[in-house]
């Protein structure tokens, strides 16, 4: 067993995507979810999510639960020291000495970035947009992308706190596939009106620049609780028509009713259904990007050795991450010979 002065031992971060069975652990992780609870004996423990940008891990604490427990809290940076094993074929660690860092911990080990350069992305959104035609669109649009303090949140905000795109830049790249599905399925279906889809497709997300703090340790700001990201969308939305003269109504309340439908049910938080056809063609681009990223990056960080991933409790399902294994050759003659000798006893 570790010993706590283990701790004290300078040694290289222990990324979460590489560790394996048997490794030893001492490392500092952003403390994601902490919960205690109490064994049959009455004896306490704890349960936490590690993560640093490369993914999260599950952690137990069994001996001086409570006292490492007093120590922190979720959201803040813990130094690990520990062991990887194996429990119900999943990886986790045990851990048997942590501490709070001594200094400040570079921000850069828990902050998960896109993989896309958001400069790229940037100049990809742009180009996305322009063929919008319209002249009050065309306005309304370039308002937005004028803004310095807005694009420079856009570039940086998560688009989620948990299932997609969930990292700093998170929201530029999902707005930016959204947008570019947006004008191929403009070009597919000519009866849809795409200027106002593409520039929806834009804006759909916006109030999630509200919504989220900054990684490293997303979280709910008191707007994002109280309003959330469709309200807070349609306000910014707002703020940016006072400046354009003669904006058609008609258009306004459009590009509103886009924005406040784009969820597609009201279990699923919107205020209002879809009720025209590009509402609902936005609806269902952003929840293809939303669950192809999402899923994506679950199957990728999954840790339980086969074809299948872990039980998926958002979607109540096991994934198929990998090749179907066949049945190893000859396994049907055997069957079909047990099954002869099985009829032969009657």
Not at 100 to 113: A, N, V
């Amino acid at each position: 067993m570790m010993k706590k002065n283990d701790l004290e031992k300078a040694s290289s971060h222990a990324w979460i995507r590489d560790i394996i069975e048997e490794d030893r652990i001492d490392s500092c992780y952003l403390v994601r979810e902490k919960s205690q609870g109490t064994t049959r004996n009455g004896k306490p423990f704890l349960t936490l999510t590690l993560s640093d940008r490369t993914g999260e891990i599950p952690a137990v604490v069994w001996e001086k639960a409570e006292e490492f427990s007093s120590l922190f809290v979720e959201g803040e940076a813990v130094v690990v020291a520990g062991l990887a094993s194996s429990y119900r074929g999943r990886l986790q660690v045990t851990v048997s000495a942590l501490k709070r860092p001594e200094k400040e911990p570079d921000s850069s080990l828990f902050c998960e970035t896109s993989p896309m350069d958001p400069a790229r992305m940037m100049r990809s959104l742009k180009e996305a947009l322009r063929g919008v035609s319209d002249p009050h669109l065309r306005a309304l649009v370039d308002r937005f992308l004028s803004d310095r303090k807005f694009t420079a949140l856009l570039k940086n905000a998560p688009a989620a706190k948990n299932f997609h795109h969930s990292y700093l830049g998170g929201l530029l790249e999902h707005t930016l596939s959204v947008c570019e599905m947006a004008v191929q399925i403009a070009r597919h279906y000519p009866r849809l009106n795409g200027d106002l889809l593409v520039v929806s497709a834009f804006l759909h997300d916006i109030g999630k620049i509200r919504e989220f703090t900054s990684p490293p340790n997303i979280e709910y700001t008191d707007e994002g609780r109280l309003i959330g990201h469709l309200v807070s969308g349609v306000e910014m939305l707002n703020e940016k028509l006072e400046g354009i003269k003669s904006f058609p109504a008609d258009l306004a309340i459009r590009l509103k009713h886009l924005i406040l439908s784009h969820h597609g049910q009201f279990d699923f938080g919107s205020p209002k259904e879809p009720a025209f056809l590009e509402a609902f063609a936005l609806n269902f681009v952003d929840d293809i990007d939303a669950k192809i990223s999402g899923l994506g990056r679950f199957m990728e960080r999954d840790r339980r050795e086969g074809a299948w991933t872990e039980f998926h409790r958002l979607f109540r399902r096991y994934l198929l991450k990998g090749d179907i294994v066949p049945p190893e050759k000859g396994s049907e003659e055997e069957m079909v010979k047990i099954s002869s000798e099985q009829a032969s006893l009657f």
